[in-house]
């Protein structure tokens, strides 16, 4: 979500004549775009920002700004602890963020031009929806960002399509759940479809997903519509009806595991990915145990482990932290074991197989490829095959990556 909207804050400055820069010396503004679902997170923006602060001494003129979800829940707070701070923007002050930092920088807004043509990564994000309505226990997401609140679906798709003819090949369409995006008739299953509509769009990914709101709609436009591309991100987060309770989920395991037995019975060659979080309060041995059997069960094609961490203003909070921190790391461990076990023998069945790949980017003559069901293939070739789709057979497996040769 970050990249994202980083992504379309780099694109709304360039049309005031501020372009990025690779490094932070040819900078005249740094503009910190913060996370603030975990403590690590903000953990890292703090260290960044004390780093900067230090560049500062060196180069006085240089403005920091600081946004995002961090900036919501902190404020000022932020410039209590770093004076050099120019600006804090919250995340639900977003539609603001441009005009202040222009303002800031002091640029000539009567310059602004309203429309700039500039080439397109291949790979691009769209947001379709801000906020979230589930309050999940652990989450602080519906307080830095507000109530769930869908796009219009023409700016979407207008976005899309200018992303396109930019250069882009493949759309990520992303929200907190992008399965209750509902603006005015259209739901998300009959957004994806004007989306596919857009010519020369050769992909469409989508995340992430809530199992107690994915439908039969999705499923079946997933297998009707060849530029959704068959991978889906749905978090699982706990095998246990009691942690899946407490965490406020809405859905059972039962449930979910009825989900997975539906997309792979509608796709057969789907990828599954997933979150876990180990360790939220109140879980025994018995529940972990019960979410590590789920993920050798599904065996998910990937996933992300998480431990959980004491978020403000969140359920959760209230509660008591119970789990010992070295028994959350041991439980965290293992399970990545699991997963990486899973993934390297679902990689190592794809070897001699033949895949559809899009070429993302290139360097000294390697291109970096990825399968519908999101593995990256790496292959030999030249610029020439950047954006293009291709069938490449997979000669050799190295822990998770694949390599291969274009057929």
Known sequence: MNVCESDKLGYAF???????????????????????????????????????????????????????????????????????????????????IVFQIVSLCDVDDTKKQEQIDMPSDIVRYITIMKGCNNYCSYCVVPFVRGNEKSLDYRTIVDGCSLMVKNGAKEIMLLGQNVN??????????????????????????????????????????????????????????????????????????????????????????????????????????????????????????????F???????TKAFEMIDDVPIEEKKRRHAIVLEESNKISAEIVLKMLGSTQQVLVEKIENNIMETRTRNGRKVFVEGNKNYIGKQLNVNVKEVKKNLLFGDIV
């Open 14 to 96: 360039s049309t005031y004549g501020i372009l990025r820069v690779d490094n932070i010396l040819d900078a005249d503004i740094v503009i910190l775009n913060t996370c603030s679902v975990r403590a690590q997170a903000e953990q890292k923006a703090f260290s960044y920002l004390g780093r900067v602060e230090e560049f500062k001494q060196q180069k006085p003129n240089i403005k920091i700004v600081v946004i995002g979800c961090m900036a919501e829940r902190l404020g000022l707070k932020i410039k209590q602890r770093f004076k050099d701070i120019d600006l804090v923007i919250g995340a639900k002050n977003a539609d603001n």
């Open 180 to 305: 209750s995006y509902q603006y005015e008739n259209i739901n998300f299953a009959s957004l994806v479809e004007k989306v596919a509509a857009i010519k020369n769009l050769k992909r469409i990914r989508f995340m992430t997903n809530h199992p107690k709101d994915l439908n039969d709609d999705l499923i079946n436009i997933m297998v009707r519509e060849q530029k959704l591309c068959s991978h889906i991100h749905l978090p699982m987060q706990s095998a246990s009806n009691k942690i899946l309770k407490a965490m406020n989920r809405k859905y059972t395991y039962e449930h979910y595991l009825n989900l997975v037995d539906k997309l792979r019975t509608a796709i057969s060659d789907i990828s599954i990915t997933t979150d876990i979080i180990v360790g939220f309060p109140g879980e025994t041995d018995q529940d972990y145990k019960d979410t590590l059997n789920a993920i050798k069960t599904i065996r998910f094609g990937g996933l992300y482990v």
């Open 307 to 313: 431990k959980y961490s004491k978020r403000p203003n």
